[in-house]
Nanobody, 114 residues
């Protein structure tokens, strides 16, 4: 059974950085490597939105609001996807979720506040 666990969230001041991790278990590395993985976020009162996506071939897409500040990457040897978030803004405050093969994790809270 595929399981997804996000980590790395926390409280950070505006302008700060965080690196989120998405660890995927229950699949072999060869299976993990053929799937795209995406990060989403959901702020209170808002719909869940796609933040960044990386395909199995390494093609990457970002929502416009994070371009130039966030970087998604994957380590197929570790079944893990990362989201490096720099120059964080209060508007980035949300629960961040990872999705692979239609499976969601429990999310990790990111709060940007002074």
């Amino acid at each position: 059974q595929v399981q997804v666990v996000e980590s790395g969230g926390g409280l950070v001041q505006p302008g700060g950085s965080l690196r989120l991790s998405c660890a995927v278990s229950g699949v072999s590395g060869s299976v993990f490597s053929i799937y795209g993985v995406a990060w989403y976020r959901q702020a209170p009162g808002n719909q869940r939105e796609l933040v960044a996506r990386i395909t199995n071939g390494g093609k990457i897409n970002y929502v416009d609001s994070v371009k130039g500040r966030f970087t998604i990457s994957r380590d197929n040897a570790k079944n893990t996807v990362y989201l490096q978030m720099n120059s964080l803004e209060p508007e980035d405050t949300a629960v961040y979720y990872c999705n692979i093969m239609g499976v969601w994790g429990q999310g990790t809270q990111v709060t940007v506040s002074s």
